[in-house]
């Protein structure tokens, strides 16, 4: 179809997935009522198609698309996270071109005969977005033989207020950094053990877990603070970002329950972040602990701490250097003060923004398949829907371009949990067992796409029966429940996810 006629055709199809779903009765509460972005009939549309499953024996209209019209049903495999949004415009994909070769880029230490490259570190844990994100995924694992694969270790010296990012470390900052350019010093390395154990479900089927530990070695400024504790994190995925930005406040609200008024044992938490170059309160949907707001803001810190990148958001050029590291903060930097003088100018960091924004959902598989039919109704029976929301329909927003209005499907609340001690942070500290609800889908292509498979906020799961069985706090009772299926309903279970 030629590029022009595209936009049309995916119009029709967003107001289908939308406005063609049936308005029937049902007994579950509003969920759209507090949307200022909908008429009233809309709003009655959209309470129809958002309302949970209830019929198991098919799937549900439009299940399959889960990144709704902008679903690409062609994408699996290696490159399945590889292409652009279906419904994008011919103007929109080629920003989206644009981007992912900014996403891709090398940078280079300043200076350099290309001064559009130039200005890593001085120091740093990868030289490119790409290089965490494994095919627009997630990062790889650390293997326990000395490479730690996309892990780096974030810092905490204390916990700002709620829901806020965490205060840097007063010697190293918000980051240990691994690496540096020619003629620096790196301000550490470290390596990551695991500790096997096996665990034991109802049915006698044994499944070994893993437990990491970080040995930090070759400090370059002595131990950390006595109050700084280690927070190992892995790099998500980047599918569907722009379409979570467009999930309304009011929506994300309504199913939070901090206190557990309706006493099911869940107590999600919405929590308000500050946006980084406004201060202006927003709410955070983005990161392991949903501390940042927007795409915008999450590219901009991943530009300053992870690769020394200076934005206009985060200024310094020194990236994550702390003030008395004279000769890291002295160093040639790439600027350009025709670009506003940071080394990322604003058009560079947009077009990145819209690049991620625009990475494709793929389509769902064997949608059908009785097998896969089964798995999510034990899904549903075993109150994983409590925090894995499984649908939603995003803002009616112009600006929100092709992600508008769109019925989408990523099994997630992004609100806060507590996940227990199994998951916990190190340190008695505010969110320390608490982790944002990662979307599940694309979840069923992370071995295609990265050749290996691990989940969770640190890659300690290699199977999602691990993650499952990582579980513990107001998640407890459904890991409790997985433990005591047949093994036939775990196989069905597994089938749904690896589905999604």
């Not at 990148?309 to 890291?328: I, K, N």
């Not at 058009?347 to 991620?356: E, I, M, R, S």
């Not at 694309?442 to 799961?461: K, P, Y």
Request: charged share 25%; with cysteine.
């Amino acid at each position: 179809m030629p590029d022009r006629a595209a936009p049309a055709m995916w119009r029709l199809l967003t107001i289908m997935c939308v406005v063609a779903v049936p308005v029937l009765g049902f007994a579950a509460a509003s969920v759209s009522g507090g949307r200022v972005d909908l008429r009233e009939a809309d709003k009655k549309r959209v309470d129809a198609a958002t309302r949970p499953a209830t019929d198991f024996s098919k799937p549900e209209k439009f299940e399959a698309m889960q990144g709704g019209a902008g679903t690409r049903i062609d994408s699996a495999g290696t490159n399945a996270f590889a292409y652009p949004s279906a419904n994008l415009s011919f103007s929109d994909r080629e920003r989206f071109n644009l981007g992912r070769a900014l996403f891709t880029k090398l940078w280079v230490s300043a200076p350099a005969s290309t001064t559009a490259s130039d200005g890593l570190g001085p120091l740093f844990n990868a030289r490119a977005c790409s290089s965490c994100h494994i095919g627009n995924g997630r990062g790889r694992a650390p293997d326990g033989n000395g490479n730690h694969g996309s892990l780096i270790l974030a810092l905490s010296a204390a916990v700002g207020a709620d829901g806020q990012a965490p205060l840097p470390d007063p010697t190293y900052g918000n980051q240990l950094q691994t690496r540096a350019i020619q003629g620096h010093s790196v301000e550490g390395r470290f390596e990551t053990v695991y500790v096997e154990f096996d665990v034991r479900l109802d049915d006698g089927t044994g499944i070994r877990l893993r437990r990491p530990t970080y040995l930090i070695k070759d400090l370059r400024f002595g131990p950390v603070d006595a109050g700084t504790v280690i927070l190992p994190r892995m790099a998500p995925p980047m599918h569907g970002l722009g379409l979570i930005e467009q999930i309304a406040d009011s929506d994300l609200a309504a199913l939070a329950d901090p206190d557990d008024r309706d006493g099911d044992g869940i107590s999600g938490r919405l929590i308000q972040v500050s946006d980084p170059k406004t201060g202006e309160p927003a709410v955070g949907r983005y990161g392991w602990k949903a501390s940042r707001h927007s795409i915008h803001a999450q590219s901009a810190a991943a530009f300053s701490d992870d690769i020394g990148l200076s934005t206009s958001v985060f200024p310094g050029h020194a990236g994550d250097c702390r003030w008395y590291q004279a000769d890291c903060r002295a160093a040639p930097h790439g600027a350009q003060p025709r670009h506003g003088n940071t080394e990322v100018p604003d058009h560079v960091l947009d077009l990145v923004t819209d690049f991620a924004a625009q990475i494709v959902v793929p389509a769902r598989r064997d949608v059908a398949d009785r097998q896969v039919l089964r798995g999510k109704e034990l899904f549903y029976g075993a109150g994983c829907t409590s925090c894995h929301q499984p649908k939603f329909v995003t803002r009616r927003n112009r600006s929100g371009g092709s992600n508008a209005f769109q019925l989408i499907w990523p099994y997630s609340d992004f609100l806060l949990h507590d996940m227990g001690d199994g998951l916990a942070d190190a340190g008695e500290r505010d969110l320390a067992r608490e982790w944002r609800t990662p979307p599940l889908w694309g979840i069923g292509l992370t071995g295609a796409v990265l050749r290996e498979s691990n989940f969770l906020h640190d890659g300690r799961a290699r199977t999602l029966e691990e993650a499952v069985l990582w579980h513990g706090g107001e998640a407890v009772a459904s890991r409790d429940t997985f433990d005591a299926m047949r093994k036939s309903d775990r196989d069905a279970l597994m089938r749904f996810l690896n589905s999604l």
